[in-house]
Nanobody
Framework: QVRLVESGGGLVQAGGSLRLSCTAS????????MGWFRQAPGKEREVVAG????????NYAASVKGRSTISRNNGENALYLQLSGLKPEDTAVYYC???????????????????WGQGTQVTVSS
C-alpha cells in the first residue's frame, strides 16, 4: 500500500508559477514510477507528466511541455511538479499517482496507476 498526499496548489494569475509536491508513505517509494494527472470539471482525467523510478526517463503531455518539470527525491519520498507560464486552461485538480509497471517505462493512462492521492486544486485566473 502506498499513501500519497499532494500539496502546493492554489490560486495564481495567468503567467505565474506553482510547485506541486507529493509525499509518499508506505511501500518503498523507488519501487514505483510516478505521474502527475489533472482533471478539470466535466473532463476526463489526463496525464500531465510522468517519470521512472530514478527519474531517468520523463514524459510530458504536449499541453505542458516546455512549461513544466517533473522530478523526484527518493531519499525524501517526494515527487514534484514545477509549472510555469500557467494558463486558465491549466485549472484543474492535480493528482499524483504511483505505478508499479511505470517503474522502468513511463505509463500515461490512469488505469496503469495503482495508487492515487486526494488531489490539490490549481486555479489560474485570467
Amino acid at each position: 500500500q502506498v499513501r500519497l498526499v499532494e500539496s502546493g496548489g492554489g490560486l495564481v494569475q495567468a503567467g505565474g508559477s506553482l510547485r506541486l509536491s507529493c509525499t509518499a508513505s508506505g511501500r518503498t517509494f523507488n519501487d514505483f514510477g510516478m505521474g502527475w494527472f489533472r482533471q478539470a470539471p466535466g473532463k476526463e482525467r489526463e496525464v500531465v507528466a510522468g517519470l521512472t523510478w530514478n527519474g531517468g526517463i520523463t514524459n510530458y503531455a504536449a499541453s505542458v511541455k516546455g512549461r513544466s518539470t517533473i522530478s523526484r527525491n527518493n531519499g525524501e519520498n517526494a515527487l514534484y511538479l514545477q509549472l510555469s507560464g500557467l494558463k486558465p486552461e491549466d485549472t484543474a485538480v492535480y493528482y499524483c499517482a504511483a505505478s508499479w509497471s511505470s517503474r522502468t517505462a513511463v505509463r500515461q493512462t490512469p488505469s496503469e496507476y495503482e495508487y492515487w492521492g486526494q488531489g490539490t486544486q490549481v486555479t489560474v485566473s485570467s
